[in-house]
């Protein structure tokens, strides 16, 4: 039984950063993608970043580029996310999911495999 379980939310003002984890169990994390995505109260869920299985390769929305980074920890089972220079309109419920094999952004939500149960972030002005 495969379990993701995200960490890290919390209340942050503006321009402040954290470290949002995802943990991976009950499959072998190193063959899985990770995908981080947030949705916001009367939005669809959107993607934000995602990291390939290998690490190698990794994509963000133009939104949170160059204030987001993600990166995977293989050998503690754990993908992050980490956020700098948050935004009001960053505030959301973020979510990992985990696809296996190939990846890349346009992979569908639909397609992935596992999914959190999700982290709140607010981000106050």
């Known amino acids: 039984q495969v379990h993701l379980a995200e960490s890290g939310g919390r209340s942050v003002q503006a321009g402040g950063s954290l470290t949002l984890s995802c943990t991976f169990s009950?499959?072998?994390?190193?063959?899985?993608?990770v995908g981080w995505f947030r949705q916001a109260p009367g939005k669809e869920r959107e993607f934000v970043a995602g990291?390939?299985?290998?690490?190698?390769?990794?994509s963000y929305a133009d939104s949170v580029k160059g204030r987001f980074t993600t990166s995977r920890d293989d050998a503690k089972n754990s993908g992050y996310l980490q956020m700098n220079s948050l935004k009001p309109e960053d505030t959301a419920v973020y979510y990992c999911?985990?696809?296996?094999?190939?990846?890349?952004?346009?992979?569908?939500?639909?397609?992935?495999?596992?999914w959190g149960q999700g982290t709140q972030v607010t981000v106050s002005s």
């Open positions: 999911a985990a696809v296996a094999g190939f990846w890349s952004e346009h992979v569908p939500l639909t397609d992935y495999d596992y």
């Open positions: 990291i390939s299985w290998s690490g190698g390769a990794t």
């Open positions: 009950g499959r072998a994390f190193s063959s899985y993608a």
